[in-house]
């Protein structure tokens, strides 16, 4: 579900954020999907409890999740949150990579050759749903 790494710099908290915004970016979670409860995943993931209800507490003040009283968190309706954090790691990524050598051309390039298949994937996605 969530990879972490315990060793590294980046706060715990921080790589559950970052984890559960990537798997409701990729279509992993939907909106209203259940998320485990913060203990049960401190459980899981062998963390304190308080570090996962911290993530959980950013991730609801950024709008990615709510949380219902008695009930649990769920994903929210997303709006641009995700494509917002997705673009600036994009960003990281591309000056990264520039910074490492690879042209700004090979760059387009690639994000040329990813377009086609992505839409191809909404297509069979939105198919996918009419037929449900």
Do not use: W
Not at 82 to 98: V, Y
């Amino acid at each position: 579900m969530i990879n972490l790494d315990l060793t590294g710099r980046v706060p715990i908290y921080e790589q559950i954020c970052k984890g559960f915004s990537e798997l409701i970016a990729g279509g992993a979670m939907k909106e209203n999907d259940k998320l485990p409860g913060a203990r049960t995943l401190a459980k899981e993931l062998g963390l304190n409890p308080n570090t996962v209800a911290k993530a959980y507490s950013r991730l609801e003040h950024d709008g990615i999740i709510y949380s219902v009283p008695g009930k649990g968190c769920f994903v929210a309706k997303q709006k641009g949150h995700i494509e917002k954090k997705l673009l600036e790691q994009f960003d990281t990524a591309a000056l990264a990579a520039l910074k490492a050598g690879v042209s700004a051309d090979v760059l387009k390039n690639r994000v040329d050759e990813l377009a086609p298949n992505v839409g191809a994937d909404r297509k069979e996605e939105d198919s996918n749903d009419r037929d449900n």
